[in-house]
């Protein structure tokens, strides 16, 4: 039989037959043929392997070694999985953390939510109407209430260049036309002048000769027709010498487009 020795180490456990080979010699010889043939037997009888426990882990020594292999395996395997369960209670602490409002925000968020329902509520399709209805109607009441002028004016004397400027609304748009008679470029703006004031009644458009502002000869032959722009007392916009820009003879739709084009009109 195979001694606990035998079955901590694991050896002697295959082909291991035990005969008292040392005691009672003598009773060997007095022992009969049936017994001998006993003994051989058991002696050629393969030993069998101790019982196997069932163990699931990675072991593959039965020995000391192998149990204390298996037990640092199994501590760093706990390890291990209390590392985990540390950083998922980590991640959890932070997300509560973050998601917790204190009473002063929970106040203010709540706040919110019901100015967007009120909101809500006055956003709709009759509210809407109303409130455009009304926009409208303060804009037309602005309007009625802006100067109309839809002529050109003719100052005849600086006097009047600098009072048709300087006491205008200040959110009047002023276009004032310095001309030379006997110059064609000059006849030409003027009756695009004419043609435009009619379409921008809110503009004020304003003509007078080159002699009457005290302008140099130079500029009387050679800056003409000329297009100063003011609004609330100041020049916005100084034009000399158009006729290099639209030519001798052009049209209203020249002159709208030009205008237009440097902001000095509003688009219609």
């Known amino acids: ?36 043939g006993n003994a051989s037997k058991m002696c050629s009888v393969r030993a069998e392997p101790p019982p196997i426990n069932n163990w699931n882990g990675s072991a593959t020594n039965t020995g000391p070694k192998g149990v204390l292999e298996d ?10 999985n209390r590392k985990e369960l540390a950083k998922e209670r ?17 106040e203010e968020a709540k706040e919110i939510d019901e100015l967007e329902d009120e909101l809500n509520e006055l956003m709709d399709e009759d509210f809407l109407m109303k409130y455009q209805q ?18 050109v004016l003719t100052l005849n004397s600086q006097e009047e260049f600098l009072n048709a400027i300087d006491k205008e609304d200040s959110k009047v748009t ?27 009644p809110a503009v004020k458009y304003c003509r007078i000769a080159a002699d009457i502002t005290g ?42 487009k030009f205008l237009i084009e440097y902001g000095m009109l509003p688009e219609n």
């Not at 694991?10 to 022992?31: A, H, P, R, T, V």
């Not at 980590?90 to 929970?106: F, G, R």
């Not at 276009?175 to 470029?185: D, L, Q, R």
């Not at 158009?242 to 020249?254: I, M, Q, R, Y």
């Open 1 to 36: 039989m195979a001694t606990l020795e035998d079955k901590i180490l694991g050896e002697k456990l295959q082909n291991y037959c035990s005969s008292s080979e040392d005691e009672g010699s003598g009773d060997e010889d007095s022992q009969s043929g049936d017994e001998e």
């Open 71 to 80: 037990w640092k395996r199994f501590k760093q395997l706990e390890a291990e």
């Open 90 to 106: 980590i991640a959890l602490a932070k997300k509560l953390t973050l998601t917790v409002k204190t009473a002063q925000e929970e």
């Open 134 to 151: 009304q926009r409208m109607q303060e804009l037309m009441a602005q309007l009625q209430k802006a100067p109309k002028f839809g002529k």
């Open 174 to 200: 002023i276009i004032v036309h310095i001309y030379n008679n006997g110059v064609k470029a000059c006849e030409s703006m003027d009756g695009c002048l004419r043609l435009l004031a009619p379409d921008y």
């Open 215 to 256: 302008l140099s000869r130079h500029f009387r032959i050679d800056g003409v027709p000329a297009l100063l722009v003011y609004k609330g007392g100041q020049i916005i916009g100084n034009f000399v010498k158009l006729a290099n820009e639209l030519g001798e003879d052009f049209f209203a739709t020249d002159v709208e």
